[in-house]
């Protein structure tokens, strides 16, 4: 789906407001030793680093008792506390505000400020798991549960030691007492007691056989309990009746006024105390959120319009490019299950399924795809192509000499009208995005700006705040009403231990897909992974529902970087995210020229873009590291001036950045420390912040976080054929029940020459029995032939006997490395239940016309090469079925555009394609005459027109997918290797020659 060129956002009322606790303008190091004193900052540091806290508390926060090591530490604590905005713990606060008319945001002092405290997600862990026996427990099975053959199947979450989730396949044996029981325990959550009833009476055991079999799946993992726990909940703080204290510690202690001098550090103790337990006497008991009440103002409405035009300039800047992991799967789907609509946990299966994130297909070389240079399925785009975009800021950059190297690049209106002109329409923006900005009064500069949804960047915060979570729920609203019949389900994963503080969330998306969660939502809000199916449109993977009927988007509305996690169901949940959306509108001149030392700041009218960054090896700082305080700061004086490093600099990136002035001695030294045995550093320039921010009567550097949505529909349900469908038709054909399908191992050169002298004289012998048969090529787990022989069952035997002695008497039984005999299952999904036979018989003439053409090939009395060959057909396939020169070229120009993108065609390619075009223009010119094939041609072309009678009631679009199957099977029996590189080689000529016909045409009349 294409993306009209207009703005098309609007700014929602709301805007969310991250600031740091301290004011920048009050910065200065030797304050630490006050600085420690004061307990806003201890408390920020505790929550940080509750060890390096009990560090400093044994000695007595007297800062002359630290070593430099610990002082070093505390300097980026400090550091931290006054320029980073991004809200952990303490060190930053929360805000939420509405656009106003200029003047100041008033934020509230720190008297009037708000720690929010909820339970640290191990520490739940350890308690739910030592509780099971006290809570009212319920059961249910594990979500990724699923069958394969006489295996039950599911995913197991295991802790390793550093916190984090590992995950494996297990599985208990398909018996039906196991079956029956977790279908029992899926329909709904059971109480324990009715769990144990059922095993008792079905099992015919007693109690304690019963609750030692309980006992054994849930310690498999087979079935969950509440002790497993979850991270989308709306009850945030759960009883534990083993714990007396518990729950009113946490009414008493969830919001703390800061003017109350709270110590955290106090407050851990207590919860130590709760119960007697000393097993609570965890390091970090805290997840934590500081917000700071509005007092007045919120940010100048009338940014808003530079804000929209720096959002377009970055729709037509940005290069989508989809997840490469996404890309392979979906390349690997086609491959494997082609349009049928498979079980996700059975896509995903190692044994049934594809890998995720972990596949790459060998090629094998072909004469007529020499010199072709098809890209590596794991090189990034960026490297496979000169983008418009990237040639257009290479033009800006290196393009005007008369431009002072060290200065910004301005981007300015003519440039932008001339970039849309080569850039065109791109794919649908996300329904609502985050937009995070910070104003320096000249400029405002683009932090971020990207992602699938507003709620991911603020979903932990609905943790925190009823206003936060209400906007959630807008948000998530805004994409429902905008794409009716889709479901929306949040994705419910434990990762880390520690990590999973900021995953958790109230639930924002009306469904959740629970992974290895406990989850708290009604049965009827849940979309289980075993009720999801898998299928391609197009060039779109599916994710539906079979029990809602509808698809499914997943969304994550957490701000997780889910790439490492390594559940394979999770990541690719995740990556469906971004599929076919234009989600990333961030900009980095990095991104486009990786690789340089430096980078110019890039602006367009009062918005920054993207600032000026640095980026040096170890080689280019090690000068850097000499002792003398006072040569040192010399040498970083000299340092700034050649690489013209202006005074304020920030060191990292996104939320892990330091700020320094280097014109100040103690702040330069500072961050020499800081990159001292770096291996690489990253410096941006930074731009002070203006006083536009206000706590109390200090500036603060306030980042805005604004919210933008639009209306249009992005996601489209599901359209259904009204094409009628006379009777049923069997799909699954086993061995020997009408159909014969058997797998011929060997390697691709070897196939024509077993298809030649084997098959094809076999077929003959013995067309007296045979009905129908046809065969294709494919290469999973290992090339071989697949072919599929139709007759009565009377006569199946003997035919197998036949073939047997016939590849055994050919002499080219040692080509064949294995034979296997299947089950032949129709593939009703891709031409549908009433073309099935007919499309069968298409097959049967297509594999006819191939044996012919191996058996004049052989006899060395056939003048066209295999690539003539195949145009030929194609071409008369195409026109056969598509009724005007206007269509074909629609067509084609479909079809071949589609091969591109698979093979990353660039510019390279692209030229290699018609050096080969121009070889071949000749034999194209002659395709609409007779040649030696037309004879064995005819047959497929009637079935052609069979197919085409039946499909005149189709769309265009599901008649050009058809064609664009029968073609492509055709080509497969065609060509013995490479069949897809071929086959867009195939597509590109005739859409050249085709298109050349077209213009003609036009010329003429």
Known sequence: MKESGSMVYRFLPKVFLRAPYYSFSGYDLSRLPEVLQEQAFLNAVFLASAGFYHLLEKKEFDFDRLTDKEKHTLSKYYNRMCFRSTPFG???????????????????????????????????????????????????????????????????????????????????????????????????????????????????????????????????????????????????????????????????????????????????????????????????????????????????????????????????LNVVEQPADLSRFIRDFRSRFDQEKVPLLLALDPDSGLHYADMEPSMTEQDVLANMPFANGKEKNRSLAWHSTQQFIFRLWVGDTLRDPWAPLQIREDDVARLENEVGPGLPLPQTQALMYRSTGEYLIMESSGGVTATALIGRFSCFSDSVYRLCRELAEIEAVANPDIVFADIAQQSDSHVDNI??????????????????????????????????????LILESAKLNKRVIPRLATAYNFRNNHSPVFRLLCDLQFQSLQAGLSFSLENFFPGLNYYPRVCYGKVVLCLAKWVFRDADIAHLSIKDNQVLVQALDIFRKKHHLPR?????????????????????????????????????????????????????????????????????????????????????????????????????????????????????????????WFFIRYNENGYHLRLRIMAAEDDLGAIIVALRKKIESSGHEKLIRDFQGDTYRREIERYGAALITEVEYLFYAGSNLAAAVLTLRRKRTLELSEFEQAMFTAYHMITCFLP????????????????????????????????????????????????????????????????????????KDKKMELLANLVHMQLNRTFSVNQRQQELLVYYCLQKYMASLRAREKSLS
């Open 90 to 316: 303490s060190f930053s606060s929360f805000t939420l505000l509405n656009w106003g008319n200029g003047g100041q945001v008033r934020l509230s002092g720190a008297d009037e400020s708000l720690l929010h405290l909820l339970p640290d997600q191990a520490m739940l862990r350890e308690l739910r798991t030592r509780a099971d026996s006290d809570l009212a427990e319920t059961l249910m099975v594990n979500p990724m549960l699923y069958r394969f053959n006489d295996v039950l199947r599911y995913t197991k979450s295991a802790l390793d030691d550093r916190g984090k989730f590992n995950f494996s396949l297990q599985g208990i044996a398909a018996e039906k007492f196991n079956v029956n029981l977790l279908a029992f325990l899926a329909s709904k959550k059971v109480s324990k007691k009715m769990a144990l009833s059922w095993v008792i009476e079905r099992g015919d055991c007693s109690e304690e056989e019963a609750a030692d079999y309980i006992g054994f799946l849930l310690d498999a993992e087979a079935i969950f309990a509440a002790s497993q726990g979850g991270v989308i909940d709306q009850e945030l703080i759960q009883d534990f009746p083993g714990l007396p204290g518990w729950k009113d510690f946490w009414r008493d202690n969830t919001k703390t006024a800061l003017s109350e001098g709270v110590s955290l550090s106090a407050l851990a103790r207590d919860i130590t105390r709760i119960g007697a337990d000393p097993k609570l006497n965890k390091e970090q008991p805290f997840y934590a959120a500081l917000e700071r009440p509005v007092k007045v103002g919120g940010p100048d409405s009338a940014q808003q319009e530079e804000l929209s035009r720096a959002i377009r300039i970055l729709q037509l």
């Open 648 to 772: 304020h600099i920030s060191l990292g990136e996104t939320d892990q950045q330091l700020v320094f002035d280097l014109a100040d001695p103690a702040e330069a030294r500072f961050f020499l420390q800081c990159i001292e045995g770096s291996k690489r550093v990253t410096i941006q320039e930074y731009l002070l912040p203006d006083r536009s921010v206000l706590a109390g009567k200090k500036p603060v550097a306030g980042q805005m976080v604004a919210f933008l949505a639009h209306q249009n529909n992005i996601y489209k349900p599901f359209k259904k054929e009204n094409i009628s469908i006379k009777g049923e038709k069997q799909r699954d054909f086993l061995l020997g029940s009408g159909w014969l399908y058997f797998k011929i191992f060997c390697i691709p050169r070897a196939s024509d020459e077993i298809l030649t002298n084997v098959i094809f004289p076999f077929i003959k012998s013995q067309k007296k029995r045979i009905k129908k």
């Open 503 to 540: 995953n958790r969330r109230r639930p924002i998306y009306d469904h959740e897909v629970p992974l290895n969660v406990y989850s708290s939502q009604p049965a009827e809000n849940l979309v289980l992974p075993a009720d999801l199916l898998l299928s391609l449109k197009g060039e779109e």
């Open 884 to 955: 005007s020169l206007a269509s074909i070229t629609e067509y084609l120009s479909k079809i071949a555009g589609r091969f591109m993108a698979e093979f990353n065609g660039g510019k390279p390619l692209k030229v290699a394609m018609d050096v080969k075009y121009r070889e071949m223009k000749s034999v194209l010119a002659d395709l609409s005459e007779s040649c030696a094939l037309s004879k064995h041609l005819s047959p497929v072309l009637k079935q052609m027109s069979v197919l085409n009678e039946l499909t005149k009631k189709y769309s």
